[in-house]
């Protein structure tokens, strides 16, 4: 499978369409009810279309998603990423740690809506949603607390608040309050999941250079210092890319091989024995050194990127018709002035995921 030429919007496999919550969602199900027959589905499916409708802006009280790093397409690829972990920690668990019966279900839905706090309300003051960076788990996890008693998960809805603080930097790992292992093991597989999404998509490096900077620079994470916003971590695109490498290896260290346990190797297991993500993201760092090392990363980084915000999203799902310009129009960064105003987390412990 790693020598297909793989399509940008497509998974690692170039099977399925992750800019797609159809295709996706279909994917999914198949996965789990292989896997865990009395699964819930419905409350996946559900799932689904809330989250269609949310992205896409037109759940009331939503505007729909802004973002071009964080946008449909990343959510996607992480709940399918997540359904793949669940898939082989359940082919190796024993009988003892298998996941309670529709715990596999409420993992996929925190991976599906874990950037939701990007999305803002109607309400809301802030006038982008990048501007959430800094707090957007917090957001998320509020999200999931209102939504999950509609399908069944009353129960389980405050401890997937805490949950979902595992792919985020708000908290220390330590302060998040989910006592239970077996939950605790669904958290690592989600944060694990956010990851292996971010770094194994086609075109994660341009996503970083144009996407992801754009939002840093929103949120005052990048760019030049605003009064009264938060420092600035990057100063150029350039700066963010070359400080990509480091940023991988104490990721890995620290959170995927450390305090995650090596989830990450559960991927294996759904495929056969090979770990499709960690193959492509090996790729994209040897890349990555191999530019940096030719100081060419106008150059040498050359996919066009196209980010699934509301805009795009609405075509595909069929609700709106825009013409190509369009299309790439509003799945592109316009210049933006960054709001001046503190936020509640120090920039210097931020890590871009």
């Known amino acids: 499978m790693s020598d297909v030429i793989r399509r940008n919007h497509y998974d690692v496999t170039d099977r399925v369409f992750v800019a797609d919550p159809r295709a996706v969602c279909a994917e999914i199900c198949g996965i789990l009810s292989s896997r865990q027959p009395n699964t819930r589905l419905a409350a996946v499916e559900q799932a689904f279309e809330v989250f269609s409708r949310l992205y896409a802006g037109t759940l009331p009280g939503y505007v729909?998603?802004?973002?071009?790093?964080?946008?449909?397409?990343?959510?996607?690829?992480?709940?399918?990423?997540?359904?793949?972990?669940?898939?082989?920690?359940?082919r190796s668990a024993g009988p003892a740690d298998h996941l309670r019966e529709g715990h596999a279900a409420l993992g996929i839905i925190a991976a599906l809506f874990h950037d939701a706090g990007y999305i803002r309300m109607d309400s809301d003051q802030e006038r982008h949603g990048a501007e959430f960076t800094l707090f957007h788990v917090r957001r998320s996890g509020?999200?999931?607390?209102?939504?999950?008693?509609?399908?069944?998960?009353?129960?389980?809805?405050?401890?997937?608040?805490?949950?979902?603080?595992?792919?985020?930097?708000?908290?220390?790992?330590?302060?998040?309050?989910?006592?239970?292992?077996?939950?605790r093991r669904l958290g690592f597989m989600l944060g694990t999941a956010d990851v292996l999404a971010q770094m194994s998509d086609?075109?994660?490096?341009?996503?970083?250079?144009?996407?992801?900077?754009?939002?840093?620079?929103?949120?005052?994470?990048?760019?030049?210092?605003?009064?009264?916003?938060?420092?600035?971590?990057?100063?150029?695109?350039?700066?963010?890319?070359?400080?990509?490498?480091?940023?991988?290896?104490?990721?890995?260290?620290?959170?995927?091989?450390?305090?995650?346990?090596g989830a990450y190797r559960y991927a294996a297991g759904h495929f056969g024995g090979r770990n499709l993500y960690l193959?492509?993201?090996?790729?994209?760092?040897?890349?990555?050194?191999?530019?940096?090392?030719?100081?060419?990363?106008?150059?040498?980084?050359?996919?066009?990127?196209?980010?699934?915000n509301a805009g795009p999203?609405?075509?595909?799902?069929?609700?709106?018709?825009?013409?190509?310009?369009?299309?790439?129009?509003?799945?592109?960064p316009p210049r933006y002035k960054p709001p001046k105003r503190a936020r509640a987390v120090d920039p210097h412990s931020y890590i871009p995921t």
């Open 279 to 308: 193959e492509v993201i090996d790729g994209h760092l040897r890349h990555l050194r191999e530019v940096l090392e030719a100081n060419d990363m106008r150059k040498a980084l050359r996919r066009r990127a196209q980010c699934i």
């Open 142 to 183: 509020d999200f999931l607390g209102a939504f999950l008693p509609s399908v069944g998960y009353a129960h389980e809805a405050p401890m997937v608040e805490q949950l979902v603080h595992f792919t985020g930097y708000e908290m220390a790992l330590d302060d998040i309050q989910v006592p239970e292992p077996l939950d």
């Open 313 to 332: 999203l609405r075509v595909l799902l069929g609700l709106e018709q825009m013409d190509l310009a369009e299309i790439r129009k509003s799945s592109r």
């Open 64 to 90: 729909g998603c802004e973002t071009w790093y964080h946008d449909a397409q990343h959510s996607l690829d992480c709940a399918l990423v997540m359904a793949r972990l669940l898939d082989g920690y359940e």
């Open 202 to 261: 086609r075109c994660y490096l341009e996503k970083c250079r144009d996407f992801l900077y754009p939002e840093f620079e929103i949120c005052g994470l990048a760019g030049s210092a605003q009064p009264g916003g938060a420092t600035p971590v990057y100063a150029s695109r350039d700066e963010l890319l070359r400080k990509t490498p480091e940023f991988c290896r104490s990721l890995w260290n620290e959170r995927l091989d450390g305090y995650f346990e």
